[in-house]
């Protein structure tokens, strides 16, 4: 299983950005993708994650700025980041958890992206 992301880059303050990550690969079910953030100096957070049947979940910090929606049928997530702020700098990472085909079995997965880097400045 595969994860790719993109969408990162500089913006200023108060600017929007989209990312956007998409699992591919020998994928039996997804129960969770999203995305989480890591700040220089800081351990990773939850950003956002999205279930296939839409439930949402938010970190504190971005709620009512940030919107995650999901594509299944593309195994794709998106995070819609308006009124950024120089605090939301960060390396973005994506997540999928769920189950992946080996041959007749199954297994759980739990992969992550490598990343994509969030700058806001003036």
């Known amino acids: 299983v595969q994860l790719q992301a993109s969408g990162g880059g500089l913006v200023q303050p108060g600017g929007s950005l989209r990312l956007s990550c998409t699992a591919s690969g020998d994928i039996h079910s997804i129960n969770n993708m999203g995305w989480y953030r890591q700040i220089s100096g800081k351990q990773r957070e939850l950003v956002a994650t999205i279930s296939p049947n839409g439930d949402t979940r938010y970190a504190d910090s971005v709620k009512g700025r940030f919107t995650i929606s999901g594509d299944n049928a593309k195994n794709t997530v998106y995070l819609q980041m308006n009124s950024l702020q120089p605090e939301d700098t960060a390396v973005y990472y994506c997540?999928?958890?769920?189950?992946?085909?080996?041959?007749?079995?199954?297994?759980?997965?739990?992969?992550w992206g490598k990343g994509t880097l969030v700058t806001v400045s003036s």
């Open positions: 997540n999928v958890w769920g189950r992946y085909y080996s041959g007749p079995s199954n297994y759980a997965m739990d992969y």
